[in-house]
């Protein structure tokens, strides 16, 4: 059921009523992950992404770089919009359709454009793989990335003049070993 917002006036009564959803739940697991890859090998990092919300969310993923934030006693990172390797080299697809009754996702091995929004149903989970080849010659070392979720309801009933938005994003955790070994961990 979707909260009312009311916009005070002067006499404090309200300018307009806004229907805004109630609760924007979304969920990524892992939230974390460790991959191997060997440089000009493709490798493949799977994600569960559940919209617990009861209505249909537009979900935008990104790829960001991250490192520790300079307190680092508080656990927090930075993100940085430049990423270790051409862009070209990360790809998204989506490997199940929605578990809902809903056609709104498109089908299985779909891919998804990274900062490009995709419509995920309510109460709907999807299975999403990021295969990511880092180029040949790529530095040997760890990179540490983000896969961003960014949502917010797909339809909105703001009136005009308040200026609200409601959004939340998410993120997955993946440290990259660009080796000699191929193994994940």
Request: a negative charge.
């Amino acid at each position: 059921m979707p909260n009312t917002v009311l916009s005070p006036t002067t006499n404090s009564l309200p300018l307009a009523a806004t229907q805004v959803p109630a609760d924007l739940s979304l969920q990524v697991t892992p939230s974390n992950n460790y991959v191997v890859v060997a440089a000009g090998q493709p490798a493949a990092t799977p994600f569960t992404l559940t919209n617990h919300s009861d209505f249909d969310l537009l979900v935008t993923p990104s790829l960001r770089s991250f490192s520790l934030a300079p307190d680092q006693t508080q656990g927090q990172i930075q993100l940085s919009p430049t990423l270790p390797f051409d862009s070209s080299t990360f790809s998204l697809t989506a490997t199940t359709t929605p578990t809902t009754s809903s056609t709104a996702l498109a089908q299985p091995d779909r891919p998804l454009i990274l900062d490009t929004p995709f419509l995920l149903p309510a109460s709907a989970a999807v299975d999403l793989e990021l295969t990511i080849t880092p180029p040949l010659g790529q530095t040997e070392q760890e990179y540490y990335l983000t896969t961003l979720f960014t949502a917010q309801p797909a339809t909105t009933q703001t009136a005009p003049t308040s200026g609200s938005h409601l959004s939340a994003t998410i993120g997955s955790n993946l440290i990259l070993l660009v080796s000699d070994s191929q193994a994940s961990r």
